[in-house]
């Protein structure tokens, strides 16, 4: 008797969801360890930070200059 089709053909459809299952799950993970922004290599770096919000015009001149030192006295 010949197997496929004949006892509901359900064995390749769970074969192809399964493998779908796989897929997704392997790309979960490496999107999970690849660090998010996806516009380049972002630092979490605090002065990096600092100065891009400084760059952007969020933070004034003084209120840079005030986190600057904090962040270099907490280096000490």
Do not use: C, N, T
């Not at 459809?13 to 790309?27: D, F, G, R």
């Not at 999107?31 to 998010?36: E, N, Q």
Request: charged share 30%; net charge positive.
């Amino acid at each position: 008797m010949p197997y496929g089709m004949h006892d509901g053909g359900w064995g390749i459809w769970w074969m192809v969801l399964s493998w779908v299952i796989v897929v997704a799950v392997i790309a979960l993970i490496v999107r999970a360890l690849m660090p998010s922004g996806g516009g380049g290599e972002r630092s979490s770096d605090p002065r990096r930070i600092l100065e891009e919000r400084f760059a952007r015009g969020e933070i004034s001149e003084q209120e840079y200059r005030e986190r600057k030192r904090v962040l270099d006295e907490s280096r000490r």
